[in-house]
């Protein structure tokens, strides 16, 4: 079992991506041309992300803009009568991981129940190791480089979303906050959310610059800029090595 395979269990598979963002797109391709995935294709596709022009009361505009794009991804899903998707950031690095470690994932994503899998994630670091394929978790995660949901939760997130959108933030149900924290409140705000995360990760995130946070002062100055791109690259490329 292979990369390929997980993702033809999927109905569809989304990429989310700003439009300006051609760097990562061309990352993107990169990353699946690994795995012998030639994208985009009639089952992968780049979704262009939002990019608000104020940030209201969440932290920031590409926080804002984030949260947006992923509600804006399950309302596609459910347009669309989807029933299992797949939602990838543009910046996820696909991790080397033996074949059989894959299949386990997929087995469990084919044969347990589940409604929410963090298949790729930054946090835990040192996720449960007594299983391989899908645990259950119940602590906190962060990152959301490679997710699945499916059937009813797909609606009933897209919901939750909406409403965390108009709430005011530090509201005890969710309000105005990164698209992290409501992907982890919404396990115990929306009843019978089942949550599970890949044991090991699947997925983590290549070295890119943000689109959520404020930008530090080597990605706003040229000649800054164009150095710390180059850096980036160079980690890429020995990470793919």
């Not at 262009?48 to 794009?69: H, Q, T």
């Not at 609606?155 to 105005?176: A, C, M, N, T």
Request: aromatic share 10%; charged share 25%.
């Amino acid at each position: 079992m292979s990369f390929a395979d997980l993702i033809d269990h999927f109905d569809r598979v989304y990429i989310v991506n700003l439009a300006h963002r051609a760097d990562r797109r061309t990352e993107t391709v990169a990353e699946f041309d690994q795995i012998g995935v030639a994208i985009p294709n009639d089952k992968i596709q780049f979704f262009e992300a939002s990019r608000p022009s104020d940030k209201g009361a969440f932290p920031s505009i590409g926080s804002l803009g984030n949260f947006m794009s992923q509600t804006r991804v399950l309302k596609d899903a459910l347009d669309r009568g989807l029933n299992r998707v797949l939602i990838c950031e543009d910046d996820l690095h696909l991790n080397a991981l033996p074949e059989q470690t894959v299949a386990s994932v997929l087995h469990d994503l084919q044969t347990t129940d589940w409604s929410v899998a963090a298949l790729g994630y930054l946090e835990p670091e040192t996720p449960p190791a007594d299983h391989t394929g899908l645990s259950p978790w119940t602590t906190g995660t962060r990152g959301t480089q490679f997710w699945a949901i499916q059937g009813a939760a797909i609606r009933e997130f897209h919901d939750y979303l909406e409403q965390v959108r108009i709430r005011p933030s530090g509201h005890p149900q969710g309000g105005s906050m990164f698209f992290d924290g409501a992907f982890n409140m919404v396990r115990t705000q929306v009843p019978g959310i089942m949550f599970r995360i890949a044991t090991p990760c699947l997925a983590g995130q290549r070295a890119s610059r943000t689109d959520i946070h404020d930008l530090r002062f080597f990605d706003r100055v040229e000649p800054f800029r164009t150095v710390a791109g180059a850096f980036r690259k160079l980690r890429n490329r020995k990470r793919r090595a």
